[in-house]
């Protein structure tokens, strides 16, 4: 079998939803497809497809995102959604569709990129195209059923699950009052700034990135303030998903200023209320404050013995790619697939 590699235009936007939909690990609607690339605030996505005789066999995609990158914003194009019909693997389908778009990345100037591989991704990254392994992110998590820690550890998958019924009802929680957002505004492009004080180099954290990503999403995220005398503090983006055999609630984003503690302890109860019942567990990232490590813990989260794969490359000659840990901070809302 052969194959041709091209660039994705509109037209072929069927046999690639079906395809991912067929084959991929990150599965995208229609719908989803539109909003995910093709709204994107930081720009329109790098889409290359592997075609047979005129069949879309192959996809590899990078989106856009704004980071500040050791301080400067910039803008990276992060490889996404990767898919390869069965009867085309072990082709290169794969690496050539991402070296044209590493190419295609750096033509726009963008100095390096990172991602979270699959597994089946992974030794193609670092075997073939020259990435290289950065500190591995641990998922912390806090149990909501007491079952659900033995049914992991013997591989017995539980119910589906899922949020609980929407309750935007405002809520007095550690002296703070928080209640759900419908739309975000100037105040959190302030929070962002102030909690980016205390991250290494991230998504850039504002109204236009939390809008697009969180309240356009055709999936259904819940988003909430916490207010101290109607100010702004903290905001938390609460999600759901199904892995591994277990029902999770996740925390796609969690906001405050580096000294907010009660600005965690009100969104982590607030996040935990909106799932409990539907959830076997809250998962996170943790932030990186070593306070906020604290109050994790004291509500009852804890490290768990699952990493995520963090790995980066260097696109542009002199461009330097930061190996220590606390040189990054992401959230589980950082990439596609939560």
Known sequence: MSFETVRYTSDQRAALVALLARVGTTQLSDEEFAWWFERNPAGEGIVSLAVDDGEVVGVAAMSFFRIALRGVETRLAIPVNVATDPRYRGQGVFS??????EAAAAATG??????????ASYPIFM??????DLPRLRLWARPLRA???????????GEHGGLRARDDAP?????LEVRAVERFGPDLDELGRRAATGYGSHFVRDAEYF?????DSPRDYRCFGAYRTGELVGAAVVG???KHGVSAGFLADLISAPDGKEEIRALLSRAVAEVKGGADALVLLPPPARAHLHVLLAAGFAPTNKQLRFIGKALQDGAHLDERAQAWHFTLGDF???
Do not use: C
Request: hydrophobic share 40%; glycine share 10%; proline share 6%.
């Open 147 to 157: 079952g659900a820690v033995v049914r992991y550890a013997l591989g017995r998958p």
């Open 96 to 101: 050539t569709l991402e070296r044209e778009n």
């Open 336 to 338: 596609d697939f939560f």
């Open 171 to 175: 809520r007095s929680l550690h002296g």
């Open 211 to 215: 809008n697009w990503r969180y309240l």
């Open 127 to 132: 075997s073939r195209l020259g990435w290289i």
């Open 240 to 242: 759901h998903t199904f």
């Open 110 to 119: 963008a100095p390096l990129t990172v991602t979270f591989p699959n597994g």
